[in-house]
């Protein structure tokens, strides 16, 4: 049986890789991700059980807040992009969380900040923060698939450095304890050129200015490589911090 040559492959991924809607079934099995050893939801539980106040920064769909219930009974979520808040404020109702679009002007608000690849304003949540309050964040780092615009060709994903150590920095300066440390690089294997073609239309910080069109060759070499190797891999990069405002005397 002839295999389907490149172009046609590529045109299915176009074709695949709406932008619009949330259904990806269609991918299983076409990339294959790794994820870190820790466990962002098990670490989470334990600080908001007992919380008092939660800000959860960026909560997208609410779909990871949710999953954290019973949440404190002053739970607020940020979520800006106008797309994910009406998604996010039906998701969060019934738990009575309130969905802002803005950081909150207040001070000293929160026993607990959580923010899972999203947003890492440093000052504003050792603002938001009560004395004794704790932030948990997941970030996705700088270096994140760099093999992919490597083998593309295209330009570095992130042009400033983002990793563990410049995010603990940052923290410190806005007068926070940095209590733990954790940076992983975990796999993931794209296994068929459409799931790759769908990652740079659905993360468009990846490659800038990405279509199919015009890496048109670069693909097909791509293509290549993972007809010949079964799959190519780049590698994530996954980093987790947690810290505290200190108790003021």
């Known amino acids: 049986m002839r295999s389907s040559p490149p172009d046609d492959d590529l045109n299915t991924a176009a074709a695949g890789s709406s932008l619009t809607g949330w259904e990806f079934a269609w991918l299983d099995g076409l990339a294959v991700a790794a994820e870190p050893s820790w466990s962002y939801v098990e670490i989470a539980r334990p600080l908001v059980r007992p919380a008092r106040s939660l800000l959860d920064l960026d909560t997208g769909g609410g779909e990871l807040l949710a999953e954290l219930a019973p949440l404190p009974a002053c739970t607020v979520a940020v979520e800006s992009w106008a797309r994910n808040t009406p998604i996010a404020r039906e998701r969060l109702a019934p738990f009575g969380v309130e969905v802002l679009t803005e ?104 490659v800038r200015n990405f ?35 200190p108790t003021e005397a």
């Not at 996705?140 to 042009?159: C, I, T």
């Not at 993931?188 to 769908?198: G, N, Y």
């Not at 007809?227 to 405002?245: K, M, S, V, Y």
């Open 211 to 245: 279509s199919p069109q015009r890496y048109e060759r670069e693909l097909a070499r791509l293509t290549a490589v993972i007809r010949a190797r079964g799959e190519f891999t780049a590698r994530a990069h996954r980093f987790l911090l947690q810290a505290q405002r």
């Open 103 to 206: 950081l909150p002007a207040g001070e000293d608000e929160f026993d607990v900040v959580l923010s899972r690849h999203g947003r890492l304003p440093a000052a504003d949540i050792a603002r938001l923060l009560k004395p004794g309050g704790v932030l948990l964040t997941q970030q996705v780092g700088s270096d994140d698939l760099a093999e992919l615009n490597d083998a593309l060709g295209a330009p570095p994903p992130h042009p400033r450095r983002w990793d563990a150590e410049v995010a603990a920095a940052a923290l410190t300066a806005a007068g926070l304890r940095v209590t733990d440390v954790r940076e992983e690089h975990p796999a993931l294997a794209f296994r068929d050129i459409r799931a790759v073609v769908h990652h740079l239309r659905t993360v468009p910080w990846q």
